[in-house]
């Protein structure tokens, strides 16, 4: 059973590593035409992004779909990755790749027409998979606290 987690594990952080270089291989206006197009759906549901951040409202669109990529890479590699290793280092070595990938990824946008290479798009991506590290590092200090009391509520209650 571990076996058949692990290869779809694999094939899940593989498939997103695939899907965020194919989107990032589209050429400037096939990305700025994504851009409108998810302005346009978010208008249609009633949240205006033009109105809130008029002209600069593509630019936050894609680089909120650069956050959003890296955050879920950020736990596709950590559960890859536990399977190897203690979820400690998972966790630090998911970063590594988040970060790793984010740097080749604006690399290769250098070769991509009417993208380019930027730095800021890096800290960006890997303020995703940062933030995903922070939230799970809560969520199991969290639920290990929790644990942790209901076992000495057990302990006390007999």
Same mark, same amino acid.
């Not at 644990?147 to 007999?158: D, G, L, M, Q």
């Given at each position: #059973? @571990?076996?058949? &987690?692990?290869? %779809?594990?694999? %094939?899940?952080?593989?498939?997103?590593?695939?899907?965020?270089?194919? #989107?990032?291989? !589209? +050429?400037?206006?096939?990305?700025?035409? !994504?851009?409108?197009?998810?302005?346009?759906?978010? =208008?249609?549901?009633? *949240?205006?992004?033009?109105? /809130? $951040?008029?002209? %600069?409202?593509? $630019?936050?669109? &894609? @680089?909120?779909?650069?956050?959003?990529? /890296?955050? *879920?890479?950020?736990?596709?590699?950590?559960?890859? %990755?536990?399977?190897?290793?203690?979820?400690?280092?998972? &966790?630090?070595? =998911?970063?590594?790749?988040?970060?790793?990938?984010?740097?080749?990824?604006?690399?290769? !946008?250098?070769?991509? +027409?009417?993208?380019? #290479?930027?730095?800021?798009?890096?800290?960006?991506? $890997?303020?995703?998979?940062?933030?995903?590290?922070?939230?799970? @590092? *809560? /969520?199991?200090?969290?639920?290990?606290? &929790?644990?942790?009391?209901? *076992?000495?509520?057990?302990?006390?209650?007999?």
């Amino acid at each position: #059973m @571990k076996n058949k &987690r692990t290869i %779809i594990s694999w %094939i899940l952080l593989l498939a997103w590593m695939s899907l965020i270089f194919f #989107m990032s291989n !589209q +050429p400037s206006y096939v990305s700025s035409k !994504q851009s409108s197009l998810v302005i346009d759906i978010l =208008a249609v549901i009633g *949240i205006d992004l033009n109105s /809130y $951040f008029g002209s %600069i409202a593509s $630019f936050v669109v &894609r @680089k909120a779909a650069h956050f959003s990529e /890296y955050f *879920i890479l950020y736990f596709l590699a950590v559960n890859v %990755i536990k399977n190897y290793v203690y979820i400690n280092k998972a &966790r630090l070595y =998911a970063l590594l790749i988040v970060f790793a990938y984010a740097s080749t990824d604006e690399i290769h !946008q250098y070769f991509v +027409p009417g993208r380019s #290479m930027a730095f800021r798009d890096v800290l960006i991506d $890997f303020s995703g998979g940062f933030s995903g590290y922070v939230i799970q @590092k *809560i /969520y199991y200090k969290l639920k290990n606290v &929790r644990k942790n009391t209901c *076992i000495s509520e057990k302990v006390v209650v007999k």
